[in-house]
């Protein structure tokens, strides 16, 4: 199955046979305590972690975010681009031409975290601050496109988080409604086409359904479980954990492809957080990489071959 957003009129005319039951096949971001929810869950997963600075920094940016996302709305009419989707990702992270908003942002961010920055990541702020806006677009443009080794480690997750803000104030203003069709392609964001972080084992009216939550406009979409959420082969799918088969975080890996991806289940741990859980679980990480599988997810705060 693939998801495609379209219109409300469309949706209303479409046969309720095409639609896999009652399943909500796309939850859009809550925007409202998303960040500051995550910047709490990082604090309280960096307590006896060995990655606790890096922890309590990315606690630092998601607390910034949350502010600013406040302080500097976006208003946008998205009903032409929806349109003109024609089935394709209406935020496609690649083609969707930006708006200077998002750099409004990352200003933003840099002058929220500057007064409790120092060091290298006071540096880091300050040579930022200074780029010309062709220079921003080009480490925009580099990340969007999977091109991480042409942004530094340092950039990056300050860049991404301004253009996660700007793609996550999109995606909550699509005036259309998500479909489930026949078709594959459930490893990109249904929404921008961007890869996912992890994906969450919910609770609640959704219990017991894997979403996939996106690394850049924060939406969720539904995946069936045991499938590899890369491949989407299911014959040769083992589960992984650090503690025991109690764990809330395991990584199901897949024969077929090498991948992996991390699976958080609420009903183990209702607080996991799709962004922190992952982060914080880096030593999963290096057992996967150990037993020669590669991850097919992408973490805001840690990009393919960067270093924390």
């Not at 014959?235 to 991806?261: M, R």
Request: aromatic share 8%; net charge negative; glycine share 8%.
């Amino acid at each position: 199955m693939t998801i495609r957003i379209v219109a409300q009129e469309q949706l209303e005319k479409k046969d309720p046979s095409s639609t896999v039951g009652s399943i909500p096949p796309l939850l859009f971001a809550n925007l409202k305590g998303l960040y500051s929810n995550r910047a709490e869950r990082l604090r309280e997963l960096a307590q006896d972690n060995a990655l606790a600075d890096y922890l309590l920094f990315a606690a630092g940016v998601a607390q910034a975010q949350q502010k600013v996302l406040h302080d500097h709305p976006l208003h946008i009419d998205l009903g032409a681009i929806l349109s003109e989707a024609g089935g394709r990702p209406p935020l496609d992270a690649a083609t969707f031409p930006r708006g200077p908003h998002w750099r409004t942002l990352l200003l933003a961010l840099i002058e929220e975290l500057m007064p409790e920055a120092e060091g290298p990541i006071l540096a880091t702020l300050e040579n930022l601050r200074k780029f010309p806006a062709q220079a921003l677009e080009e480490m925009a443009d580099a990340l969007l496109t999977q091109q991480f080794v042409r942004v530094g480690s340092d950039n990056a997750p300050f860049v991404w988080a301004a253009l996660s803000l700007y793609w996550a104030q999109m995606a909550s203003q699509i005036p259309g409604k998500a479909r489930a069709e026949a078709g594959g392609h459930r490893q990109f964001c249904p929404v921008c086409g961007s890869l996912p972080v992890s994906g969450v084992v919910q609770l609640g009216s959704a219990s017991g359904l894997r979403y996939l939550h996106c690394n850049l406009c924060e939406s969720e979409w539904h995946i069936v479980r045991v499938k590899c959420s890369n491949c989407e082969q299911s014959g040769d799918l083992d589960y992984w954990s650090l503690d025991s088969e109690q764990a809330a975080v395991k990584a199901e890996s897949c024969g077929d492809c090498g991948t992996y991806l991390k699976l958080l289940y609420q009903e183990k741990d209702h607080r996991v957080e799709a962004v922190a859980d992952d982060l914080a679980t880096l030593v999963l990480d290096m057992k996967m990489e150990e037993e020669g599988f590669s991850r097919s997810s992408i973490n805001p705060f840690l990009f393919p071959g960067e270093a924390g």
